[in-house]
């Protein structure tokens, strides 16, 4: 099945994700996972890039808002973990690897200690110019900052 024709809505900007997480009790199960989508991952699991070991669970990145964080702007929270895992699009060998949200529970810890988790709900597709917002917010936040990416 071919990701564009899943009945998803799609997070148009980075204030309308913040809005999500803020409804998801800061975030709270909440998880950005970047594949070519849920209908694709249903009943899989991902694989660690290195060893091809298969993992119990999907790779996801969590939106939740870590209590150290306190009352700085949750719009560059947002906007970090977007930001911090977007290479992943590229590493992917598959085509159309796009940036979903999904409500979830970690079963386990991958790897690189990102979750594993069981996918409960699909929510959302995450627009390519929520993507550019986020993008644009760290930059001008932090010039020298760069995505996780251990390949650069």
Excluded: F
């Excluded at 799609?10 to 998801?24: H, P, S, W």
């Excluded at 947002?78 to 085509?95: G, K, T």
């Amino acid at each position: 099945m071919n990701h564009e024709h899943e009945e998803l809505p799609v997070v148009r900007d980075l204030d309308q994700l913040v809005e999500a997480v803020l409804l998801e009790a800061r975030g709270m199960g909440l998880y950005v996972r970047w594949s070519r989508g849920p209908a694709i991952d249903a009943g899989s699991t991902s694989s660690d890039e290195l060893t091809g070991v298969e993992l119990p669970g999907l790779s996801a990145n969590p939106l939740q808002v870590e209590s150290w964080w306190g009352d700085r702007s949750l719009r560059l929270w947002v906007a970090r973990r977007l930001y911090d895992y977007e290479h992943l699009r590229e590493r992917r060998p598959e085509p159309d690897v796009r940036a979903w949200l999904l409500r979830g529970v970690e079963v386990a810890r991958g790897p690189d200690n990102e979750p594993l988790v069981r996918c409960e709900r699909a929510i959302a597709w995450v627009a390519e110019h929520a993507l550019q917002e986020a993008r644009a917010l760290i930059k001008n936040h932090h010039r020298d900052w760069g995505p996780l990416d251990r390949y650069t």
